[in-house]
């Protein structure tokens, strides 16, 4: 025992972590969060469960805290990043995301990822660390609206099939990114 006089277990009944994400954080089971509120309740949470809290206490509360913390971390580092969130919600309602077996993805978006890409081989070949900083800024741009799409298909209208789709193409500029900011890297 040592978060004052109570043991890790008492504090885990505190918590339910049989709960999904969301519930754990005391958070709507939405896209659209507040960050703020999001990141204050997992503050509160792992101070509560952090095992620096439990070290003198029994080994079994030992372990349990080192799960719960892990857990807990887990749930936040899922629910921080968008794309993942995403996905996680799709997973509660039942959706997976088949991001690595089915490829399809509508004519028009395949024409965009060779158009960008040809952008990008284009500034790589003629050492332009500025148009590839420009690209970046318009994958942001982008990937922010991608976002609001997403936030549009799970809150507003439960049309998990279009989000699907939209995690698809974020993750396609997510790709984009990291091969932009790689190329940048390498002209520097």
Not at 141 to 161: H, T, V
């Amino acid at each position: 025992m040592s978060y004052g006089l109570v043991s890790i277990v008492t504090v885990s009944m505190s918590i339910n972590f049989s709960s999904n994400y969301f519930e754990l954080f005391n958070l709507p089971v939405k896209f659209r969060l507040d960050s703020n509120q999001m990141s204050e309740a997992w503050r509160n949470i792992q101070n509560m469960v952090h095992p620096d809290r439990h070290v003198q206490g029994s080994a079994q509360d030992k372990r349990i805290a080192m799960q719960w913390a892990v857990y807990v971390n887990e749930a936040f580092t899922t629910l921080r990043n968008p794309l993942d969130r995403a996905r996680y919600l799709l997973a509660l309602h039942g959706f997976d995301t088949k991001e690595e077996t089915d490829t399809f993805m509508p004519e028009g978006f395949l024409m965009e990822q060779m158009i960008w890409r040809e952008n990008i081989e284009e500034a790589i070949s003629s050492n332009n660390i500025n148009e590839l900083n420009s690209l970046l800024q318009q994958l942001y741009e982008l990937y922010s609206a991608g976002e609001d799409r997403l936030g549009q298909f799970i809150d507003d209208k439960q049309n998990y099939i279009d989000a699907i789709l939209e995690v698809r193409k974020l993750r396609f500029f997510q790709r984009l990114e990291k091969e932009i900011k790689d190329s940048v890297e390498q002209l520097e």
